[in-house]
């Protein structure tokens, strides 16, 4: 197997699966499966030190250009939760409403552009911060986009007789949020030349977030996963999950001051922040750990997972600090094995998300992961 990432496939972390109507599932067998699990997961979130594993069943089209098709989604995200119980793991897969990243945007009126097998891309809407706060954005949950992620969650809910665990949209932190509103090249400019703005602009992205994700809750009830989308999640875990990759291109001062006050405003009005970056982040660790109320943190630790993973060593800082890891390690038996190896030591808490090609392999992975981290 290549353990390089793979810029052939459009989707490193996907699964192929059948997709299966609402009509031809077997709901009380999912049910019956994801309470089996259920102790697992309460027993790891209350416990300071331990290990679970995941066996993510992510398909490709839901998140690209099959967000937009409500039934096929649905019925390829059944077709995967029908298939994940093939597969040795701790904690179950989930169904996930999706509809694309630009879903504070919409509040600022962008709207999508739906290129030809592509997921769903936004134009930024102004050259700085100062124009964008000179406008008046509208509720999410009034735009077009924010409509029909309700929409899909009242479907998804609908479909599935409300008896499946369910996840918020996908959700991004303030910052990407913001940069998806103001030119990148100008908002970057802004964290230098218009601090105070860049903090009153992330605050409003912040207060845009916990509205629209109330609506969410008002629909999904005791159905909903956390932290949801990307995340390993569970009924039983707490904390929000938000993408904020755009950290990257800010130092870790700049990080600490501009944008973590927003970051701890949203989280902490859903059980505390849990972060998510793309590519190799380890060197602002310290600077995400100061994030209060911290939950989780989610990264990528394989070349096939990501050409810039994460190296391990330097995230054992979070051991003893009640602090989850969820590692994606895309690989085969020898490559997962070898990364958790890495990763482990005692006092951490950690969720290894696998994900190997076959049931036979993923039991041998599932097994040997439980043997080492002890």
Same mark, same amino acid.
Request: with cysteine; glycine share 6%.
């Given at each position: 197997?290549? $353990?390089?990432?793979?810029?052939?496939?459009?989707?490193?972390?996907?699964?192929?699966? #059948?997709?299966?109507?609402p009509q031809?599932?077997?709901f009380?067998?999912y049910?019956?499966?994801?309470?089996s699990l259920?102790?697992?997961s !309460?027993?790891?979130?209350?416990n300071?030190?331990?290990?679970?594993?995941? *066996?993510?069943?992510?398909?490709a089209?839901?998140?690209?250009?099959?967000?937009?098709?409500?039934?096929?989604?649905?019925?390829l995200?059944?077709?995967?939760?029908?298939?994940?119980? #093939?597969?040795?793991?701790d904690?179950?897969?989930?169904? #996930?409403?999706?509809?694309?990243?630009?879903?504070?945007?919409?509040?600022?009126?962008?709207?999508?552009?739906?290129?030809?097998?592509?997921?769903?891309?936004?134009?930024?809407?102004?050259?700085?911060?100062?124009?964008?706060?000179e406008?008046?954005?509208?509720?999410?949950?009034?735009?077009? @986009?924010?409509?029909? /992620?309700?929409?899909?969650?009242?479907?998804?809910?609908? *479909? /599935?007789?409300?008896?499946?665990?369910?996840?918020l949209?996908?959700?991004?932190? +303030?910052l $990407?949020a913001?940069?998806n509103?103001?030119?990148?090249?100008?908002?970057m400019?802004?964290?230098?030349m218009?601090?105070?703005? @860049?903090?009153?602009?992330?605050? *409003?992205?912040?207060?845009l977030?916990?509205?629209?994700?109330?609506?969410?809750?008002?629909?999904?009830?005791?159905?909903?996963?956390?932290?949801?989308?990307?995340?390993?999640?569970? !009924?039983?875990?707490?904390?929000?999950?938000m993408s904020?990759?755009?950290?990257?291109?800010?130092?870790? /001062?700049s990080?600490?001051?501009?944008?973590? +006050?927003?970051?701890?405003?949203?989280? $902490?009005?859903?059980?505390?922040?849990?972060?998510?970056?793309?590519?190799?982040?380890?060197? *602002?660790?310290?600077?995400?750990?100061?994030?209060?109320?911290?939950?989780?943190?989610d990264?990528?630790?394989?070349?096939?997972?990501?050409?810039d993973?994460?190296?391990?060593?330097?995230?054992?800082?979070?051991?003893?600090?009640?602090i @989850?890891?969820?590692?994606?390690?895309?690989? $085969?038996?020898?490559?997962?094995?070898?990364?958790?190896? #890495?990763?482990?030591?005692p006092?951490m808490?950690?969720?290894?998300?696998?994900?190997?090609?076959?049931?036979?392999?993923?039991?041998?992975?599932?097994?040997?992961?439980h043997? @080492?981290c002890v």
């Amino acid at each position: 197997m290549n $353990n390089k990432f793979d810029n052939s496939i459009a989707d490193s972390q996907a699964t192929p699966v #059948e997709a299966i109507s609402p009509q031809k599932f077997d709901f009380d067998a999912y049910v019956d499966y994801d309470k089996s699990l259920e102790e697992k997961s !309460r027993d790891f979130w209350q416990n300071d030190s331990g290990v679970l594993v995941y *066996r993510r069943m992510r398909v490709a089209e839901v998140f690209s250009y099959g967000s937009k098709d409500v039934k096929n989604s649905l019925e390829l995200q059944l077709g995967a939760l029908q298939k994940s119980m #093939e597969y040795k793991a701790d904690i179950p897969n989930f169904l #996930e409403p999706w509809y694309g990243i630009g879903t504070i945007a919409a509040s600022y009126g962008a709207s999508y552009h739906w290129a030809e097998g592509q997921a769903p891309a936004i134009k930024s809407l102004f050259n700085s911060v100062k124009d964008a706060l000179e406008y008046d954005p509208v509720p999410v949950s009034q735009t077009e @986009i924010g409509r029909h /992620t309700l929409e899909m969650i009242e479907y998804f809910l609908d *479909r /599935t007789k409300g008896k499946l665990p369910v996840s918020l949209t996908d959700t991004q932190s +303030p910052l $990407n949020a913001a940069c998806n509103i103001v030119d990148i090249s100008g908002f970057m400019m802004d964290t230098f030349m218009n601090p105070d703005g @860049i903090k009153e602009f992330l605050d *409003r992205m912040a207060d845009l977030l916990i509205e629209f994700t109330h609506e969410q809750l008002k629909l999904i009830g005791n159905n909903v996963v956390w932290p949801g989308h990307g995340f390993t999640s569970s !009924r039983e875990f707490a904390g929000i999950g938000m993408s904020d990759d755009n950290m990257l291109m800010l130092s870790g /001062t700049s990080y600490a001051d501009l944008v973590i +006050p927003s970051v701890e405003k949203f989280g $902490n009005a859903f059980g505390g922040p849990v972060f998510h970056s793309c590519g190799n982040w380890a060197d *602002r660790i310290e600077h995400v750990k100061k994030i209060r109320n911290l939950k989780t943190v989610d990264g990528a630790f394989s070349e096939e997972t990501d050409p810039d993973p994460n190296p391990a060593e330097a995230f054992h800082s979070l051991a003893n600090t009640n602090i @989850i890891l969820n590692a994606r390690i895309v690989g $085969n038996a020898d490559t997962v094995l070898n990364k958790v190896k #890495e990763l482990w030591i005692p006092g951490m808490k950690l969720i290894v998300v696998t994900y190997c090609q076959t049931p036979q392999e993923q039991e041998i992975v599932y097994n040997r992961i439980h043997e @080492i981290c002890v």
